[in-house]
């Protein structure tokens, strides 16, 4: 045993553990040297398929390697072909692949990049060796369109638990799949510039426009998805009033995946605040009481205070009148009504509405009417404003200008920030 501890023995066993390590990370080191051949990574892959996954030291798989500029798209393709799922694979910052590859294009837009003559080692002919002129941009844009390609065909296998794929592989649209993916503003513009049409095209199989695929995407949050929210009603706004397949609306399906009222929920409300009133067509709750459910007082309050009239028609007898007591009371400063609130969240959480069938019918022609505003104001007006007056006889009072955008506005201009 005392032999075996020596120090030549322990010597040449970690020299054993080194030249081991280095044969496993082989792709790893070859990708960071000068202009990588294309058939030598072929032959490295060949000989092994599980290199396409394996990390180094700092976390970065052979894909996280690709997006240097020296790296042609042709090795990007051939490591997606191995191993498509690498695109998921985090490197020890938290960072995908295509996110580094996108905070590399966000830093470069703003350059002016110069066509230069290249002279890169490719595979591409008999000699190996190829001069092209390539304008980096151009090289590593390409890389982005294979990542979203393959993320489009291969959607994140475990998402959030709840939380359904949110887009499909019937076809693919880049837009679409850079918003579920969380690709930052420059890309999703650049994409907007390319395609303008996209924006307001839905998924087939879903229904869902960018917006509501990057509200429902797990990829999507804190302020880099406040950002990228921002960014898709920026491009198109009335997009937040357009329901998918199952007549969900953006704000319902931002509440569902964890989104808060700083980090999108306060954007789209500013965008659509007739869906306020909207129940979400698959758990029945206004979205005041998806937030109260989820426990996110602070969005729950910050959702009833600008549309506070909602909770007649979520919650009946005292229940209502408690709730709009501790909302209006002039003699409580903000803090006091929140803490009344508060202690009335349960009670919005657990509470069943019933009869709400032209309630909601008014709000979604409400939706509906501004949709059609935004994109044309001769198309559809009349018949939608006396289909919503025809409703608004049906239900009383209730209107349909009680959450308008000014109110939403002024409120979240003045209200003081509440943090639990």
């Keep these: 045993?005392?032999?075996?501890?020596?120090?030549?023995?322990?010597?040449?066993?970690?020299?054993?553990?080194?030249?081991?390590?280095?044969?496993?990370?082989?792709?790893?080191?070859?990708?960071?040297?000068?202009?990588?051949?294309?058939?030598?990574?072929?032959?490295?892959?060949?000989?092994?398929?599980?290199?396409?996954?394996?990390?180094?030291?700092?976390?970065?798989?052979?894909?996280?390697?690709?997006?240097?500029?020296?790296?042609?798209?042709?090795?990007?393709?051939?490591?997606?072909?191995?191993?498509?799922?690498?695109?998921?694979?985090?490197?020890?910052?938290?960072e995908t692949a295509l996110s580094r590859l996108c905070e590399w294009w966000t830093a470069a837009v703003p350059s002016k990049w110069q066509n230069r003559q290249v002279k890169a080692d490719c595979g591409w002919n008999s000699d190996a060796e190829q001069t092209l002129k390539l304008h980096p941009l151009e090289s590593q844009w390409e890389k982005i369109i294979l990542m979203l390609r393959v993320a489009s065909r291969n959607p994140e296998k475990t998402p959030k638990e709840g939380m359904e794929s949110c887009i499909s592989?019937?076809?693919?649209?880049?837009?679409?799949?850079?918003?579920?993916?969380?690709?930052?503003?420059?890309?999703?513009?650049?994409?907007?510039?390319?395609?303008?049409?996209?924006?307001?095209?839905?998924?087939?199989?879903?229904?869902?426009?960018?917006?509501?695929i990057a509200a429902a995407s797990c990829f999507v949050h804190g302020n880099r998805g406040l950002d990228i929210l921002q960014e898709l009603l920026r491009l198109e706004s009335s997009s937040a009033s357009l329901p998918d397949q199952e007549n969900r609306y953006p704000l319902h399906l931002a509440i569902e995946s964890g989104k808060t009222w700083d980090t999108g929920i306060e954007s789209i409300v500013l965008a659509a605040p007739?869906?306020?009133?909207?129940?979400?067509?698959?758990?029945?709750?206004?979205?005041?009481?998806?937030?109260a459910q989820k426990h996110c007082i602070n969005d729950a309050y910050m959702l009833l205070t600008n549309c506070p009239e909602v909770i007649a028609h979520a919650c009946t007898g005292p229940q209502s009148t408690k709730i709009m007591h501790a909302l209006t009371n002039e003699e409580k400063t903000t803090q006091e009504k929140f803490q009344s609130f508060e202690e009335l969240v349960p009670m919005l959480a657990n509470e069943d509405s019933e009869g709400e069938y032209d309630v909601d019918e008014i709000n979604k022609i409400s939706c509906r009417k501004e949709t059609f505003i935004a994109n044309d104001e001769q198309s559809g007006g009349n018949s939608i404003e006396e289909e919503s007056r025809g409703v608004k006889r049906q239900v009383g009072s209730f209107g349909m200008h009680s959450c308008d955008s000014k109110k939403v506005l002024r409120f979240s201009g003045k209200r003081p920030k509440i943090k639990i």
């Design 274 to 291: 007739s869906v306020l009133r909207i129940k979400d067509n698959k758990t029945g709750l206004f979205p005041f009481m998806a937030s």
């Design 1 to 94: 045993m005392k032999h075996f501890l020596t120090k030549p023995n322990l010597q040449h066993k970690n020299k054993e553990m080194r030249e081991e390590s280095n044969a496993k990370l082989h792709l790893n080191y070859y990708l960071r040297s000068g202009w990588p051949s294309v058939e030598s990574v072929e032959d490295i892959l060949r000989d092994d398929p599980t290199k396409a996954t394996l990390k180094d030291g700092a976390g970065l798989t052979p894909l996280h390697l690709s997006t240097k500029m020296d790296v042609c798209p042709e090795i990007t393709r051939l490591l997606l072909d191995v191993a498509p799922g690498a695109l998921y694979i985090k490197d020890n910052s938290g």
């Design 169 to 212: 592989s019937a076809k693919f649209l880049p837009l679409h799949t850079a918003a579920y993916m969380g690709c930052p503003p420059t890309v999703l513009r650049h994409l907007h510039l390319l395609n303008k049409g996209q924006i307001k095209e839905t998924d087939e199989i879903t229904g869902r426009i960018p917006l509501s």
